[in-house]
Structures are given as structure tokens and as C-alpha cells.
């Protein structure tokens, strides 16, 4: 069984939030984030936006997110089924934590951004992904016209909806509540704010700037099952 939970932005006082540079300077995609997106996320993010140097906005460490991440299983809360009401004291939500945003300003305002968070996620979405998975073209359900489901190798389902591109995926952490289950699903999003992108928007290209936050925070955690978390496989439209 895998939990539920409804997101919302973690508060700073969590864990506390890098300083903003008050003069930011033109990086190229490589150097992003402490160079968090490796060479095939630096690739897919400049073919995506269609330029080769941006402004790094601040955002946690890979380390730092994990903290939070840890912090939040230390908080009181029961698995739910997010339709059924909240009792006295169970926690309903969880706070996501934002690794790099990539951004173009224009007369110092941020005009163009990419932002990649990640967070606990809702058990009812990566269960029903799962589903969408293992169904056959005869069982699929068509009812649903306001997101793609894909499969990114065997241990993550990935999402396409209009508010961005996720990944999910289950972490196994150590030394979580007895009243946790071992595999906690992790959300990793991108948030696209590009406005001159095109048909270059593709989910390869975001699957392969979001997977290494993903990667990234998951080695963090260090999720104790045997992931796999391929930074160039090309997401499969579930069936």
C-alpha cells in the first residue's frame, strides 16, 4: 500500500533556503545548479528553450531537499485515501522543495522559466499510473483527456498535464516510521514557463532535464531499493 497526499510548497522555515544572488550572471546549462542536470539535461534544456546561457535562480541542494523530505516523514500522519475525510490530527499535505529554475529576465524580471521541484507524492496518481501500465488497449480508459501517462523503464511512471511534466517513482528510506510502508512514492515536477518553445517541448526532452533532480534526490534520500532511473530513455505511452 502507498500513501497519500495532497502537495503544497514547503515553508522556508523547514529547511532553510539558499540566498538569491542579487546580481545574477548569464550561466551556461551545464552550470545550472551546481551543474545539477549533467550533460544529457544541459543538451535537452538548450534544445528545448533554444538558447545556451541563463540565469541560475536559487533554489535547495539536492541535500537540502532530502533534509526537508526526511523532516516531513518525521511529522504525525496515517496513509489515507485522499477522497475520505481528514481525521482529528492526520497531516494532509506535504511541502515540495524547488532545485533549479532556468530562467531568461528581461529589464531584471524573470520573462521565461523552467522550474524542477520534488515532493511526497499522492498515492491515488502513481497507482493509477501503475494501473495504466499493466492495462491492455481493450481495458484503457479514454475518460481522461487532461494528462499522457508514460513508463520510463521499469521503476517510473512518468505524467504529461498541462501544469507541467512528472515523474514518480517509490524510495525505500531509511530509518522512516514503523507506520510507514518501506516505498514512499517521490514526485519530481517540471514546470514549464517557456513561452517560445514550440514543438521542441517533447517528453524526452523534459524526462531527460527533470531525471537528474530525480536521480539527484533520490541518492540524497538514499532510497535503499534498487532503482532504476535512466537519464536517456524515452518515456512509452502507457497502454
Same mark, same amino acid.
Given at each position: 500500500?502507498?500513501?497519500?497526499?495532497?502537495?503544497?510548497?514547503?515553508? $522556508?522555515?523547514?529547511?532553510?533556503?539558499?540566498?538569491?544572488?542579487?546580481?545574477?550572471?548569464?550561466?551556461?546549462?551545464?552550470?545550472?545548479?551546481?551543474?545539477?542536470?549533467?550533460?544529457?539535461? &544541459?543538451?535537452?534544456?538548450?534544445?528545448?528553450?533554444?538558447?545556451?546561457? !541563463?540565469? *541560475?535562480?536559487?533554489?535547495?541542494?539536492?541535500?537540502?531537499?532530502?533534509?526537508?523530505?526526511?523532516?516531513?516523514?518525521?511529522?504525525?500522519?496515517?496513509?489515507?485515501?485522499?477522497?475520505?475525510?481528514?481525521?482529528?490530527?492526520?497531516?494532509?499535505?506535504?511541502?515540495? !522543495?524547488?532545485? $533549479?529554475?532556468? &530562467?531568461?529576465?528581461?529589464?531584471?524580471?524573470?520573462?521565461?522559466?523552467?522550474?524542477?521541484?520534488?515532493?511526497? =507524492?499522492?498515492?491515488?496518481?502513481? *497507482?493509477?499510473?501503475?494501473?495504466?501500465?499493466?492495462?491492455?488497449?481493450?481495458?484503457?480508459?479514454?475518460?481522461?483527456?487532461? !494528462?499522457?501517462?508514460?513508463?520510463?523503464?521499469?521503476?517510473? +511512471?512518468?505524467?504529461?498535464?498541462?501544469?507541467?511534466? +512528472?515523474? +514518480?517513482?517509490?524510495?525505500?528510506?531509511?530509518?522512516? =516510521?514503523?507506520?510507514?510502508?518501506?516505498?514512499?512514492?517521490?514526485?519530481?515536477?517540471?514546470?514549464?514557463?517557456?513561452?517560445?518553445?514550440?514543438?521542441?517541448?517533447?517528453?524526452?526532452? +523534459? =524526462?531527460?532535464?527533470?531525471?537528474?533532480?530525480?536521480?539527484?534526490?533520490?541518492?540524497?534520500?538514499? $532510497?535503499?531499493?534498487?532503482?532504476?532511473?535512466?537519464?536517456?530513455?524515452?518515456?512509452?505511452?502507457?497502454?
Amino acid at each position: 500500500m502507498i500513501f497519500s497526499a495532497v502537495l503544497l510548497m514547503a515553508s $522556508c522555515s523547514e529547511v532553510e533556503s539558499p540566498q538569491g544572488d542579487a546580481s545574477p550572471k548569464l550561466r551556461s546549462a551545464s552550470s545550472l545548479c551546481g551543474g545539477l542536470l549533467g550533460e544529457k539535461g &544541459s543538451g535537452a534544456l538548450e534544445e528545448l528553450t533554444g538558447i545556451n546561457q !541563463f540565469v *541560475d535562480l536559487f533554489g535547495y541542494s539536492p541535500d537540502a531537499a532530502a533534509e526537508g523530505l526526511k523532516k516531513q516523514l518525521e511529522e504525525k500522519w496515517k496513509p489515507r485515501d485522499p477522497r475520505e475525510p481528514l481525521e482529528s490530527g492526520e497531516m494532509f499535505s506535504w511541502g515540495s !522543495f524547488n532545485l $533549479c529554475t532556468p &530562467s531568461v529576465r528581461k529589464e531584471g524580471v524573470a520573462k521565461d522559466f523552467i522550474s524542477l521541484d520534488v515532493s511526497w =507524492s499522492n498515492s491515488a496518481t502513481i *497507482d493509477e499510473l501503475r494501473k495504466g501500465r499493466e492495462s491492455s488497449a481493450v481495458d484503457k480508459d479514454d475518460s481522461r483527456t487532461d !494528462f499522457q501517462a508514460f513508463s520510463i523503464g521499469p521503476d517510473v +511512471y512518468g505524467e504529461l498535464k498541462e501544469s507541467g511534466f +512528472y515523474l +514518480y517513482f517509490e524510495c525505500a528510506v531509511p530509518g522512516a =516510521s514503523p507506520e510507514q510502508e518501506e516505498n514512499l512514492p517521490l514526485r519530481a515536477r517540471l514546470s514549464d514557463q517557456w513561452t517560445d518553445k514550440g514543438e521542441r517541448a517533447t517528453p524526452a526532452r +523534459y =524526462s531527460r532535464i527533470l531525471m537528474p533532480a530525480a536521480r539527484a534526490t533520490a541518492k540524497a534520500l538514499g $532510497c535503499t531499493n534498487a532503482l532504476e532511473l535512466p537519464v536517456d530513455a524515452t518515456p512509452k505511452p502507457s497502454a
